[in-house]
C-alpha cells in the first residue's frame, strides 16, 4: 500500500530529482505539487515544477499550486542560488509545458487536503518552509490532520552551506523553520549531515546521462550538479539533499534519527537559521526526529535504479 | 464624502470604542471588520466585535471576519491583557449576538476587497499586525491596491507599555509589524507618542455612563478602563489608542507627523517590538508618517460627542 | 566645599568644553583625567586632552591617563566622528603639549583613586564607557568605592544620533555601558533627551570667539561645532553634550531626573546600542537616574560665563 | 627542549588532571598558572589551583596569579557546575595550602610575561576566555608577542554541554572566547569535537586511584567524574578536556585541525556561545584551527601514563 504524500518544492535541481523520484516510486502516491520561492523565485520554481511533472509523465491533472513568493516573517528576497545553475535546472533545456499551476493558494489548499484526508497524508517539504509555516499560522486546524511532516533542512552537527551555521531552506526563512519545528506535530529532519554522507557519484550520473528519456535528463541534471560540485568543493560526486528527504519516506530504514526538541535560531550575528537540537539524552515523547546517520550506498544505489526506471522500468543501473 | 475603511482589530476597550467612533463618523464608510489575536484571543476578539457591532446597530450584513490566531513568526501565544478587564471589554455585560462572522479568512478576505477597489480602501489595524502582514506575504499584489493603512501601534520617543521598550501592539508580533512599516506602502502611525498625550479624562467618562444605551454602554467601558488605569499610574485619565488611529482618517489635523524610513526591532534583548524610526531630517519621499503630536482636547471632546451621539445624534457632551 | 571628580573623556569638541568647564568651575576639584577611544582614536584623545589642560593651564602634574583602544567586548573599531572636524577639535590649532600621560592604565588608575578615598569621587564619564566598565570587570571593589558615576550617555525618549536608536558613546561601547547601568552603582545619565534641549547658541559662540586665549579657543571651537551642525541639521545651536554632564555635578537643579531600572540593548538587528529604562512608575529603590527635563537657558549662560571667565574672572558674556 | 607555557585555568576536574599532566610532562615549562570564575567561582579556583599546584609538588614560587571573577561584558555571574562535584574538585579532601597568590591581576601578569619573552611563551586558556580577553584589550601590543594560544572551548560540528549550541567555556563569556578567535593571533581550539571522542574509561581511573600520592588523587578525581558523568550520560568514561587541550601542546600529533574563520554567536535566542567557524575550503592564510579529529587510544595512554607516573616515574598503567 503506498503512502499518500504533498510534495512542497522550489526547483532546483535536486528538487526536480526529488520529483523524478517520488513520482517513479511505488511507494509513494504524489497527491499534488506546491512551490515556494527558495533555490529560485516563485515564478521559476513554477515553471520548472511544471516541466519536470511533464518529464516524468506526471497526469494532467495532478494539482500544482504555487505558495508564497518569500518568507512569512521578512520582505527580503533571497537571490538564486548559483548551484543550481541557469533557471534553477542547471541549463536544462525542457520543452514547455502546457501544465496550468491550481488556482489557489499553496498554504490554503495544503489545509484542505490535509483536512479533507485527516491522518492520512504525508507532506514532505523540499523548500524554504514558508507556505507550511503559513499554512499552520492560518489553518491551525490543518497540522495535527497531517499523518507526518518530512523536511529537508537543516545542519545538526555539521557545517552550513548558505552560512557556516546555516542550510539554505532553514536560513531562508528561519520564522519559518521554527513555526514547524516547535509545531509539536510529528517531524522528521533531513539535513546536511546526512546528505553529505551520501553523495550521488559522477560515474553513476553519467551512467543515467546516457539513457533515453527522463532517465537521461535527471543524469544529464545529476551531471551538471556534480561538475559545479566539483569546481567549488574539489569533490566529484554530490548531495542529492530533496531526494534523500523523499527516501526516507520510501525506506524510512535508510536513515538513523535521533530524537529531541529542536528549533531554530531567528536571531544572533552569525547563527540566523542554524538548527539547534537537543539529542544527546534519549528521549521518546517529542516528534522532532533529526536523521544524524544514512545507508550512503543503499541510498544512492536506490536513486539511480528509480531514475534509470524512466528508461527500462526493468532495468538497474548496477546490473550491465 | 465618505472615505471607505476596513477595520482590523483585536477588542479590547479601546478597539470597541474605536469601532462605536468609526461607525458614528459620517467621514467613514466602515466596509467591514476582521479580527485578530492580540488584548484577547482570538475567540473573544470575534465575541466581543460581533457584540459591539450589535451595540452601534451596524448592518447586520457588515463583514466580520475572523483573522489569525497569533503572530505570523512565532508559536508563542500573548496571553489576555489584564488592562482590558474580563472578557476584554472590562466585563461588560452585553448581548450575545447573532451576528455570524463571515467563513474565510482575514488576509485572504482583505486583500479581495483591496483589489477589488484598487486605490480606495484605507485599512485602519488596531491590533497586532498579524493579518495585514499575512495579507502582504500571501497576496503581494494585494498591498498596492489599499489607499492607505493606519496602524495603531509603536512608541518612537516614550516608553513603550508591555516593555520599557515596545508598545503592545508591536510586541505581539513585531515580524508582522515590520512588514508592514518596510512594505513602502503609504503607512500613518499611530503610537503611544500621541495617545498618552491625549488622555480621556474620568468625568467625560462619567457623562456619558449617564447616557442610555451603547453611548451609556461606552462610557461604562471608558470608566472601567480609566480605573483600572489610575490604580496603576496614578493618573484619572486614560489613553484611547485605537479610537485616535481612527480619528486619524477622520480628522487627519488632530495629529502632527513626521517622515521617515522605519521599522520594528524584532531580536534584541529587551527591545523586540520597539519602533525604530529615523524621523531627524524632513524627507519627503517615504511612506511612513509617525505621529509625533496631537490636539488632546480636540480628540478627546471629538469622541466624547460622537459617542454621545448614540444617546442623541444632536447632542454633545459639552453643552449640558 | 568642591567635588572631587575624575573626568573620563575622548576628546572630541564637547569633551573639550567640558574639561574648560570643569576646570574653570570652582564646585568641582579635578583630580585626574583618563582617556578612552571614542570621537577619536586613543591617540587622538591623549593628544587632544593634554593640550586642552594647558589651554586650561592646569596644573602640570594633573594625571593623565590613557585608557582603552576600543570598546571591552568587540574587536571592532569605531571611525572618527566628523561632527567633530579635523584631529577631533574641529581642526582649532593649539600647540603642542609638554604634558606626559602617567604610564598606567586608567581602569587600574580609576580603581586605585577610587579605593584610596573610598566615597568621595565623583567619576564623570563623557565618553564609551570602556574604562569604567573594565574597571569594574577587573576591580570589583572599586565601584563601591565610589560616591557616583554621572555618564554623558544614551537617547532615553528621542531619536539617537549615530543610528536612529542609539547615543553615540553607548553604541561605541553597549556592553560597557551595560555593566555600568546594571552595576547597582548610584548613576545618573545625561543623555540626548537633554542635551538636545539646551543648544548652545551661535550668538553665544561668537561672542566668546571674540575673546582672549582659552576663552576664545573654546568660542572658536564651539563656533565650528555650531556650523558643521547647522550644515547637518538646519540649527544655528548645538548641544554641548559633554559639558552639561559636568554641570549636573556643579549644578544639580539644572536638570529633573526620573528614576529606574535601566539597561542598554547590545543584541539586536537596528537598536544595538539603545538606551531602555523604565520611568514609568515612581521607584525610589533604584540607582540610575535618567535626566529627561533641563534648565536650557540656565545651562547655556552658566557655560558661557564659565569660559568667559578664561578671558576675566569677573566678566560674563551676557552683560556687555 | 620544552616549551614554555602560561595555564589560564578554572579548576574544577578536568583543570586539575590538566594541571597535574603538565606539571608531569617534560615537553612543557610551566611559567605560572592564572585562575578565572567559570566552573567556580573565582575563589574556589584560587583555592582549588593552589592546591594542585601542592599536590603535583610544583615550587613554591611558581606564580599563581588571579583572575576575572566574571565575564568581561556582562554582570551575570554562572553558577557553578555540579559536574565538577562539591567544591570543584569532586570533594576531594585535599590539603589546605600554604600557597600565595602573587598579587596583582590575571590579564596584566599575562601581558607582563608576554612582553617579557616575545615569541616563547604559550598560553594554554582551560576555562572562560575571561582573562586572556582582557589582556587584549588592556594590552593590545602583548597578544601579539605570544607563540600561540591554545584554547579548550567551544562545539564546532557536535552538540553543546552548557547548551544545544555551546560549550560551557565559550557560553560563560561569550563575547570574551569572540574577542579571541577574531584576533588574527595563532589560535588552536580543542572543544566537544575531540574531547567527546577521547573519553577517559573508568578501569584507567581505578588503576589510578589504586596508586599511592598524587597518581592516586588524580585517580580518584577521575573516577568521581566517570561516575558522575556516567550517572548523567550512561557511559562509563568521561571527557578530561583540559588535559587533551594541553596535550595538543606536548604532543600536537594526537590531534587533526581543520583551519578556518572562527567566531563566537554573542547574541541569538538559542545560540549565544556556539562556536561558529567556516572550515569548508581549505585555507591557509587564517590562524584559528579547530581540532575536530583525535587519536583517543593515545591520548588516555599517555594521560594515564603520565599521571601514574607521579606515583612511580618509570611505570606505566598499561603494563602490568
Ligand atoms: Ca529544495
Ligand atoms: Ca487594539
Ligand atoms: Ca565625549
Ligand atoms: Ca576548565
Known amino acids: 500500500m503506498s503512502t499518500p504524500v504533498l510534495v512542497d518544492c522550489d526547483p532546483g535541481v535536486d528538487d526536480a530529482i526529488a520529483l523524478l523520484y517520488a513520482l517513479a516510486s511505488p511507494e509513494l502516491d504524489v497527491r499534488g505539487v506546491t512551490t515556494v520561492a527558495g533555490n529560485v523565485s516563485l515564478a521559476h520554481a513554477n515553471r520548472n515544477a511544471a516541466r519536470v511533472l511533464d518529464l516524468a509523465g506526471a497526469r494532467d491533472d495532478l ?52 483536512l479533507a484526508a485527516p491522518g492520512e ?3 514532505v517539504a523540499l523548500g524554504p518552509l514558508s507556505n507550511v509555516a503559513a499554512m499552520l499560522t492560518l489553518h491551525p486546524e490543518a497540522g495535527p490532520a497531517l499523518r507526518e511532516i518530512v523536511v ?27 513555526l514547524v519545528l516547535e509545531s509539536g506535530l510529528p517531524v522528521r529532519v533531513v539535513g546536511l549531515d546526512v546528505t553529505r554522507a ?27 550538479f556534480v561538475l559545479r560540485y566539483r569546481e567549488r568543493f574539489g569533490v566529484a560526486a554530490v548531495p542529492v539533499h530533496d531526494a534523500l528527504a523523499v527516501a526516507a519516506v520510501t525506506h524510512p530504514g535508510l536513515l538513523d534519527f535521533e530524537s529531541g526538541a529542536a528549533t531554530v535560531e531567528c536571531a544572533g550575528e552569525v547563527s540566523r537559521g542554524a538548527l539547534v537540537a537537543d539529542l544527546r539524552r534519549p528521549e521518546r515523547t517529542r516528534a522532532v526526529r533529526v536523521a544524524l546517520g544514512v545507508d550512503a550506498e543503499g541510498f544512492t544505489r536506490l536513486l539511480a535504479d528509480r ?5 527500462d522500468p526493468t532495468a538497474t543501473t548496477d546490473r550491465p
Chains 1, 2, 3, 4 share one sequence.
Open 63 to 114: 494539482p500544482l499550486v504555487p505558495g508564497l513568493t518569500g518568507p512569512v516573517a521578512r520582505p527580503a528576497r533571497i537571490p538564486d542560488e548559483p548551484i543550481h545553475g541557469e533557471g534553477g535546472l542547471g541549463g536544462l533545456d525542457l520543452p514547455e509545458t502546457g501544465r496550468v499551476p491550481v488556482s489557489g493558494h499553496a498554504p490554503g489548499w495544503l489545509a484542505e487536503q490535509a
Open 121 to 123: 497524508l504525508t507532506l
Open 152 to 178: 529537508m533542512g537543516g545542519a545538526a552537527h555539521c557545517q552550513g552551506n548558505i552560512t557556516p551555521a546555516a542550510e539554505f531552506n532553514f536560513f531562508a526563512d528561519p520564522e519559518a523553520a521554527r
Open 198 to 224: 551520501a553523495l550521488f557519484p559522477l560515474e553513476r550520473a553519467d551512467r543515467l546521462a546516457a539513457l533515453p528519456g527522463a532517465a537521461g535528463a535527471a543524469g544529464t541534471l545529476l551531471r551538471g
Open 307 to 311: 531514475l534509470a526506471g524512466y528508461a
